[in-house]
Structure formats: structure tokens, C-alpha cells
């Protein structure tokens, strides 16, 4: 039960993980899964393609799909939807980390 309550907790946090990074280059699924595990998280492509897939149906982020060694690779930027979003994201995860650190 505590895991299923923490997961979705942390769907915001990783959320938060992909734009962050789509600000700053393209990014790709395999990549993401990778930098994600880097910072503690255990979620699955079953898990993360989703979210990437709903992030770029919400206009968060923008699809370019990349030839890379004969496949199809999809790379995903932040738009500017995205980008205002992290901004207001970061604002509010910043005065709640304060918080709950005092």
C-alpha cells in the first residue's frame, strides 16, 4: 500500500525530472529511464512512456522522430508551455522543500 501512495507521489517528481532535462537538450526514453534510475527511481518503460506520451498530448513537451542506426528514435523538447510550467514547479517545490526542512 505505502509503495502505490509514494509512486504516485513521485510521478509529479519525475514529471518535473523530464522537463527539466527537455529544457535543457532532447531527450529519449531509454536515456530518461537511465537518468531517472541515476536519482533513485525504479519505473519502467511500461511506466515512463506514458507519461512522456500525456506530457506531449497536454503541449508539454514537442516529438521529433530521429533516425538513429536504421530505427526510429523519439526525442522530446520542452516547449514553452513546458518551460513555464517548470518555472512555476520549481517556484513551488523550492518554497515547499523550505517548509518542510525548517
Known sequence: MEEKILRKLFL??????????????????????????????????GTLYPILHNMEKDGLLAKENRKVKGKIRKYYTATDKGKNVLTEARSKAYELFREINE
Open 12 to 45: 509529479g517528481f519525475i514529471q518535473i525530472h523530464i522537463l527539466h532535462h527537455a529544457q535543457e537538450q532532447p531527450v529519449y526514453g531509454v536515456w530518461m529511464l537511465q537518468e531517472l534510475k541515476e536519482h533513485g527511481y525504479q519505473i519502467s518503460a
